[in-house]
């Protein structure tokens, strides 16, 4: 569903539930010209032609819910009143029963459009749990999400960045690693993994793949501070090693994510010759387009 239909959608939605089914009409309507194997669009329908007393119009568009969802309990219920108020009680009959014997513990194929949004009330509940440093809570919500959509880099990104601020690494890692094979070159994750194995201690795997971002995307200003920062901080270690003594240029503020491509997932902050990493948030896609 590209980004037009899906505001069209969006907007019938929001109509309908306000009972301004005038209005509604016309958006779900065009969505399910374009769209044809969306159930509860069609359910919307039958119930605004029902409530206009079109009831034949109202059975079809109910007809055609059942058809494409034949566990959609609420659309075999509809349907089964209009049959009813036309006396069609064989039909009604069959359809109720139908209806009522549906299983509501059974696993049911969710519609795509459901889909997405559950994926995304996930995620956001997950963010939520972020916020207030729930990491394990955070952690368990962003994997629901991604049960649902696997598909989703940018969660799948946020779901290895907490990973790695609940210091599991290697968890985090194969994270990235999935990013890297469902969205090559996701900027977000590359940062991310070098972050990761910062954290870890691998300064020159950090480097190496910070320089990684670099070729892709030489101007992303995250990857570019990160990579002088490792790139001081092993330089000093090589001149301890030796006897001398080279000091550290404070990395000041970090750059707002948009001036690093959405990429900037850590500041760094420096005692002496130590270097601790805190969190920050991702926002280079917002999930509701998907």
Not at 188 to 197: I, N, Q
């Amino acid at each position: 569903m590209d980004k037009k239909t899906l505001q069209r959608l969006e907007r019938g939605r929001r109509h309908y539930k306000n009972r301004e089914y005038s209005k509604a009409e016309p958006y779900l309507l065009k969505v399910a010209q374009e769209e044809t194997g969306f159930a509860d669009i069609m359910n919307m329908l039958g119930v605004i032609y029902h409530d206009r007393g079109q009831v034949a119009l109202a059975q079809e568009y109910f007809e055609k819910s059942v058809r494409i969802n034949p566990r959609y309990t609420e659309a075999a219920l509809n349907l089964a009143v209009t049959y009813n108020e036309q006396g069609m009680y064989d039909q009604a009959k069959k359809i109720h029963e139908h209806a009522t014997s549906l299983q509501s513990d059974e696993e049911r194929e969710i519609e795509p459009f459901a889909r997405g949004k559950l994926t995304n009330m996930h995620a956001d509940l997950g963010s939520a749990y972020a916020e207030l440093q729930i990491l394990d809570k955070a952690i368990s919500q962003y994997r629901e999400a991604l049960y649902l959509s696997p598909g989703f880099v940018d969660i799948r990104t946020s779901l290895g960045q907490l990973l790695k601020d609940a210091g599991h690494f290697e968890e985090a890692i194969l994270e990235f690693e999935m990013v890297e094979k469902e969205g090559p070159g996701y900027i977000p994750a590359m940062v991310s993994l070098g972050a990761t194995l910062f954290a870890m201690g691998e300064k020159e795997k950090a480097r190496a793949q910070w320089a990684r971002v670099l070729e892709q995307d030489p101007s992303n200003r995250t990857a570019g501070m990160y990579f002088r920062l490792v790139d001081q901080m092993l330089a000093q270690e090589e001149a301890a090693a030796v006897g001398m003594n080279l000091e550290v240029e404070e990395p000041g503020i970090a750059p707002k994510s948009e001036d690093a491509g959405g990429a900037s997932d850590l500041d760094f902050s420096f005692e002496g010759e130590r270097a601790s990493v805190a969190p920050a948030t991702c926002d280079d896609e917002d999930t509701d387009d998907k």
